[in-house]
């Protein structure tokens, strides 16, 4: 009868030994190219060991994902040359009881054309061209220069500059700082500029890949606009 236990202890003992994971349990990808590789003698170890090695060294195997930054955002939207899309835009005013609600079509044409046309609650368009500011309002059209209204010249570069991917425009009005990945992004810009910053204190963008979805702006008075923006229906 011991001997016999004895036997059948030493099966089970085996048995829990092959059931047991793999020594890099903690490394799911590496794990995976392991266990997918023929069962060449000494091979299987090697490669752990090699894993393990490098993750204790502070090394990235070659599957690890780049940490997503300014830079690699400005890349992904210096590929967009045109789009166009729908946005509501939503004023929240001190001097206002209740906001002020806006929709239309933005239309951006690299590198540096950008069409707001609001069409509701009545029709305004606003272009810019380099430098140039136009607005169309009531039968009427004036032209401007952006150097001379910050406020509105920093929503705009952010706007243009971001859909440009013009890294250097944006370093130049702002402070810049990305969160999140490229799936889920938050870009905040703060002005530099002295006269720019006594007016907007943020603008914080949201978007996902090489599309923004969301524009904030904060001012220093308290006031916000909000604009979000999608494409239009197909």
């Known amino acids: 009868m011991r001997r016999g236990a004895?036997?059948?202890?030493?099966?089970?003992?085996?048995?829990?030994?092959?059931?047991?994971p793999p020594v890099c349990s903690g490394v799911r990808a590496g794990c995976a190219l392991v266990r997918g590789l023929p069962a060449l003698p000494g091979l299987r170890r090697v490669l752990v060991l090699a894993l393990l090695l490098s993750i204790a060294l502070g090394a990235r195997p070659s599957f690890a994902a780049a940490p997503f930054d300014f830079t690699q955002l400005m890349r992904s939207f210096a590929q967009v040359k045109s789009a166009e899309a729908e946005f509501v835009e939503v004023k929240t005013l001190s001097i206002m009881s209740k906001p002020l609600e806006t929709s239309g079509v933005l239309r951006y044409r690299a590198p540096s054309h950008l069409e707001k046309r609001t069409l509701r609650p009545?029709?305004?368009?606003?272009?810019?061209?380099?430098?140039?500011?136009?607005?169309?309002?009531?039968?009427?059209?004036?032209?401007?220069?952006?150097?001379?209204?910050?406020?509105?010249?920093?929503?705009?570069?952010?706007?243009?500059?971001?859909?440009?991917?013009?890294?250097?425009?944006?370093?130049?009005?702002?402070?810049?700082?990305?969160?999140?990945?490229?799936?889920?992004?938050v870009l905040t810009l703060v002005p530099r500029d002295r006269q720019m910053s006594d007016i907007i204190s943020t603008v914080r963008l949201t978007g996902t890949q090489a599309l923004i979805q969301r524009i904030e702006m904060f001012e220093t008075g308290g006031d916000k606009t909000t604009m979000t923006i999608r494409e239009p229906a197909r």
Do not use: C, N
């Open 6 to 20: 004895a036997r059948g202890a030493g099966v089970r003992g085996r048995a829990l030994r092959r059931m047991q």
């Open 122 to 185: 009545r029709l305004e368009v606003l272009i810019v061209d380099g430098d140039a500011l136009s607005i169309e309002q009531g039968g009427r059209t004036r032209k401007l220069a952006l150097g001379d209204y910050p406020a509105v010249g920093a929503f705009i570069e952010s706007i243009r500059g971001t859909l440009a991917g013009d890294a250097a425009a944006l370093t130049h009005y702002y402070e810049t700082r990305v969160d999140g990945d490229r799936s889920s992004w």
